[in-house]
């Protein structure tokens, strides 16, 4: 399940396991579900049963009918195996998750207000029911999904993310859902039981991972719908044209009309459908991102809006120091000294930052220990500012208003250069800390949001796909104007409320547009619930995890762009090898249609542009080619199609050229070495 432990594209015994459930696919009961197949897997016993006929009177075909026989059974076997292939990644995915989960002894506190000394009673994890409030202390296995309710634990979740980094969960906010089978490292909590056995978040992946409870998108079901008319259609045609063979004098045998029948149906595409849709859901699993339902992955290629978090998605996730700027008198390196000295107790990622840009920018480093007498002031909330007092020197850094007050000045009474810079860098969306040394203001430190490198060209690649990307923050609108500027986002919502973001998702929605949206807080769940595609962060509440129609287990708020290029993928896989499909029946034409009728109509044999060996072998070849292609597909299934941002035209163009024009190339020159190949081997 987790990323470090992907699957090879054909594991060997993923195949061999495939091979097996393959066979155990042709119970009508389960072939049924694949109408294409189906009726392959029908005709197939159809000419079985001819070829068992024939061997028990002596007929002069036999040999013809049973190859006919055995490659249509190959046909529909090879389409069983590319689903069983499919599902068998699944299930690997999955084993590896039911691995984590045990029967763990539970601690049950008898009231839900019990301290964390007071008496429990061992209990089964299975046996735990909704509401049950329960102790776990350091060492011990969380028992179930659950809220915490007091207490503060570092847990160890790398069973369920792969992440091997522990995550720190605690009572209210948005890191107080637990999942069942992760393990608390230090400290204790109390969880609230939220999931009845069975019914977990882990329960729920393992189900859907092994493809038990995937249901068919409305796109799979459409395509199911107009491969099944096809199917019909040229049934019916086929029978019809034994009809009209006979009125023409010409004689064919149920076996060719059955070899006609199964090589013009679509049986590449029918035999592979199942198996795309359920290597999409598995492309998601192996990005540690599981959907709730195909739907959803469906949706995410379909998407038109993202809207995207500022913090952690489009920024770092934390202001950082950028520049230090020096009131006259004072220099860069003078500004970037003092400020290195007054972070030194300022544990806050802002302070770290500081300490860096001070070192990378100008070498400099902290005082050696016992060199000079220093006391240190720690950055607090409620001072708003951090320093240190060294030889005979009391430097502060923090927030403008804090360190003016320390340097008995005021804004209006500071340097002119110094309002200045505090304006200029408050206008620009960033923030201004004031450093001063005694009663001296010396300069400030710029922080700003950092935008991440590489996102304004992925919003460019989005935009050349069509999809518009807003940024939601809960930012002024001049800070939000700024970074979203920077990061070339196409909108932004600024101080965004969850009503803001809810009231957005509708009005785009009623506008016919599709959103995609993450989040991770119980503020997020309405937005995550009205949004066509819902992210949920792992780390998030379990009300947003409950909202949301995937969960990110690495809670990488980025994610949601690759999410929707894996639902593109998926559309393009199913699209691509679709036209592929029905392009190369075109040569089975050339194939087969001479073959039936050259007898009758010697003017046909221009047709027989491949100059295939005789009738037999052209109609044996086909179908041989017919099931082979199958199988040739399904790595390009289950990998999917090489996914690159381009518009819909474009995107059309290609898919016609390669296969389109592919679906029909390929098949005269594959029909045309098998055909090499049987009359070679004397086979027809």
């Known amino acids: 399940m987790t990323k470090h432990s992907t699957l090879a594209l054909l594991d060997r015994s993923i195949i061999r396991q495939a091979a097996y459930d393959a066979v155990l696919k042709l119970a009508p009961q389960k072939l049924i579900r694949n109408p294409v197949m189906f009726v392959t897997g029908v005709v197939a016993a159809l000419v079985t049963a001819i070829f068992v006929r024939d061997l028990a009177f002596g007929a002069d075909d036999l040999a013809f009918t049973g190859q006919i026989a055995v490659w249509l059974w190959f046909t529909v076997l090879f389409a069983n195996f590319a689903e069983a292939v499919a599902e068998g990644r699944g299930k690997a995915q999955a084993d590896a998750l039911r691995r984590t989960r045990s029967d763990t ?89 939220t999931a009845a056995p069975g019914s977990s978040f882990l329960d729920r992946m393992i189900a859907l991972v092994e493809g038990a409870e995937r249901q068919k998108t ?3 079901l459409a395509l199911s719908i107009l491969l099944s008319g096809l199917t019909l259609i040229l049934l019916i045609a086929v029978v019809t044209l034994w009809g009209l063979a006979g009125y023409s004098g010409t004689v064919l045998s149920v076996t060719v009309l059955v070899a006609l029948l199964v090589t013009l149906i679509p049986t590449t595409i029918g035999g592979l459908l199942s198996a795309i849709g359920i ?34 998605t ?30 030194l107790s300022d544990e806050t990622p802002e302070g770290r930052s500081i300490v860096a840009l001070a070192r990378g920018e100008f070498g400099l480093f902290a005082p050696a220990a016992g060199t000079a007498a220093a006391t240190s002031i720690p950055f607090s909330a409620q001072t708003r500012i951090s ?90 609108p001049v800070t939000a104007a700024a970074i979203a500027s920077e990061a070339g986002v196409d909108d932004y919502i600024a101080e965004a409320t969850p009503q803001d973001k809810l009231a957005y998702i509708k009005g785009e929605q009623m506008r016919g547009r599709l959103i995609a949206m993450c989040g991770d807080g119980t503020n997020d769940a309405p937005a995550l619930a009205q949004a066509d595609v819902g992210v949920a962060m ?52 050339f194939a087969i249609i001479p073959a039936l009728f050259v007898a009758t109509y010697p003017e046909l044999g221009a047709l027989n542009i491949m100059g295939l060996a005789t009738p037999e072998s052209a109609i044996l070849s086909a179908v041989i080619f017919n ?21 819909a035209g474009e995107l059309l163009r290609r898919n016609l050229l390669v296969y389109g024009l592919g679906g029909l190339v390929v098949p005269f020159i594959g029909i045309k070495v098998v055909d090499l190949a049987v009359s070679g081997l004397g086979l027809a």
């Open 105 to 193: 002894t539970a601690k049950l506190l008898l009231h839900a207000d019990d301290s964390k000394d007071d008496p429990w009673e061992p209990r089964s994890a299975h046996d735990l029911a909704e509401g049950d409030v329960v102790l776990v202390e350091a060492g011990d296995t969380i028992p179930a999904d659950g809220e915490v309710t007091e207490g503060i634990a570092s847990v160890n979740e790398s069973a369920i993310t792969g992440e091997s980094a522990p995550v720190i969960r605690e009572s209210g906010g948005d890191r107080s859902a637990v999942t069942g089978g992760t393990v608390v490292l230090s400290d204790w909590i109390k969880v609230r039981v």
């Open 218 to 220: 409305p796109n799979e």
């Open 279 to 312: 290597a999409g859901m598995d492309r998601l699993v192996r990005f540690n991102v599981v959907a709730t339902s195909g739907r959803a992955v469906e949706a995410a290629g379909d998407v038109d809006t993202l809207l995207l978090d500022k913090t952690g």
């Open 314 to 343: 489009i920024t770092y996730g934390n202001r950082l120091a950028t520049a230090f700027v020096p009131v006259p008198g004072a220099t860069e390196r003078d500004v970037a000294e003092a400020a290195l000295l007054a972070s």
């Open 387 to 476: 320093g240190i007092d060294i030889n005979g020197r009391s430097i502060r850094k923090g927030a403008v208003d804090a360190v003016l007050a320390f340097a008995g000045e005021t804004l209006e009474r500071a340097a002119p250069i110094f309002r200045e810079t505090v304006q200029s860098i408050a206008r620009s969306g960033g923030t201004p800390l004031a450093v001063a040394d005694g009663s001296r203001l010396i300069g400030v430190i710029h922080l700003k949001d950092v935008v991440k490198p590489d996102i304004k060209a992925r919003f460019a690649s989005l935009r050349k796909m069509g999809i518009k990307t807003v940024m939601v923050t809960g930012d002024n």
């Open 538 to 589: 792992q780390t998030g509440t379990q009300a947003a995890r409950e909202a949301g129609n995937m969960v990110d287990l690495d809670s990488d708020p980025t994610k949601l762009i690759e999410i929707t290029e894996i639902g593109k993928q998926l559309l393009m896989t199913r699209g691509s090898l679709t036209t592929f499909s029905i392009a190369n029946d075109v040569a089975k034409y």
């Open 627 to 647: 099931a082979l292609i199958i199988i040739a597909l399904i790595p390009l299934a289950l990998k999917g199609i090489a996914y690159r941002p381009m518009g």
